[in-house]
Nanobody, 125 residues
Framework: QVQLVESGGGLVQAGGSLRLSCAASGRTFSSYAMGWFRQAPGKEREFVAGVGWSGGNTYYADSVKGRFTISRDNAKNTVYLQMNSLKPEDTAVYYC??????????????????WGQGTQVTVSS
């Protein structure tokens, strides 16, 4: 498994932007597809975005498509989530996720091999 540590969460006004980072340990980061999930109070954890080995394959939840961008820098063992035009309904704990494979295609939490500890994102209206 790969060890994951998120950072970059915080408080932002609606319409603002944040960039989350997820740093991965190990020497085979490029062998993992990476994703982001989020969980709001009282709700189930939901898929947000995923990216494959190379960074070219991306996959987004409809709720964030056009506003969020997932990317990765394999040289830095880091995956990012750029969040623009934030809305109060984006408020959640955001979790970095990894699965061994070439592409990210799943919305299922059961398909995730490793999780980060989560970082809080709060969007005020």
């Amino acid at each position: 498994q790969v060890q994951l540590v998120e950072s970059g969460g915080g408080l932002v006004q609606a319409g603002g932007s944040l960039r989350l980072s997820c740093a991965a340990s190990g020497r085979t980061f490029s062998s993992y597809a990476m994703g982001w999930f989020r969980q709001a109070p009282g709700k189930e954890r939901e898929f947000v975005a995923g990216v494959g080995w190379s960074g070219g394959n991306t996959y987004y939840a409809d709720s964030v498509k056009g506003r969020f961008t997932i990317s990765r820098d394999n040289a830095k063992n880091t995956v990012y989530l750029q969040m623009n035009s934030l809305k109060p309904e984006d408020t959640a704990v955001y979790y970095c996720a990894a699965r061994y494979g070439r592409l990210w295609y799943t919305r299922n939490t059961a398909d995730v091999g490793s999780w980060g500890q989560g970082t809080q994102v709060t969007v005020s209206s």
